[in-house]
């Protein structure tokens, strides 16, 4: 069975460009999650996902953060413009309605803003 | 606002040597208790989770944790670590509110190094 895959793995960029980070759930789970993670600190989540409606995102930055998942399936989340702060990694994490609190993560998209 | 502790940043043990990682939240109200570990370049995983019943549960690689209401700590344990065992280690919690469910909140992590 294939993973939460993520994409880029990497990306560097200057500050004020746009930037956008890809996700692909494993198949059949409906509740997809972003987390930012910042070196030395835990996961924090950013948006969850439940099909295609956004049922949590009150810890979006909504000036500048945007993420959709319009068919239900894989999503993307875009940050414009970045800031240096943005610098982080972006971890994307998928679960299946049964299984409360046991996320699968992707490996991360990790950003560093110039 | 509810919080997750984990005391030590960073872990160095001998391999063979006894492993307890602590984790306290602050919520007064009914949790259900997590372990996460990353190992180098690889992608977060559950080690092992708490809801109700037994509060000493066991995960994979001869990992436990027990939960300790009273405390409210989560601490995880291993009689004897491997070097294999170097990794991060994450405590996490749900809050349930009534019935409702919140999000998995995350500690800071541990670093465990084992040498071999």
């Known amino acids: 069975e294939a993973g939460v895959v993520q994409s880029p793995r990497y990306k560097i960029i200057e500050k004020k460009q746009p930037v956008a980070f890809w996700c692909n759930p494993i198949?059949?789970?409906?509740?997809l999650y972003w987390y930012l993670q910042n070196l030395g600190q835990g996961p924090e989540l950013l948006i969850r996902y439940e099909n295609e409606e956004a049922v949590d995102d009150s810890q979006l930055p909504k000036d500048r953060f945007s993420a959709e998942r319009l068919k239900g399936v894989d999503s993307t989340l875009k940050i414009q413009p970045a800031e240096l702060g943005d610098s982080a990694v972006y971890l994307c994490a998928s679960s299946s309605g049964g299984m409360i609190g046991e996320l699968f993560f992707g490996e991360g998209s990790r950003l560093t803003v110039l | 606002a509810q919080s997750v502790s984990q005391h030590n940043h960073h872990v160095i043990l001998s391999e063979a040597a006894s492993l307890e990682l602590g984790c306290n939240y602050s919520?007064?109200?009914?949790?259900?208790l997590f372990w996460y570990v990353q190992y180098p370049g690889q992608h977060l995983q559950l080690l092992l989770k708490?809801?109700?019943?037994?509060?000493l549960v066991k995960g994979i690689k001869g990992f436990e944790a027990e939960f300790i209401k009273s405390k409210f700590s989560f601490n995880l344990r291993k009689p004897s670590v491997q070097w294999s065992d170097t990794a991060e280690y994450f405590c996490a919690v749900i809050l349930n509110y009534g019935g409702s469910q919140g999000n998995l909140i995350f500690g800071k992590g541990t670093k465990l190094s084992v040498k071999p």
């Open positions: 708490y809801f109700s019943g037994d509060p």
């Open positions: 198949s059949g789970h409906n509740t």
């Open positions: 919520y007064g109200g009914t949790v259900n």
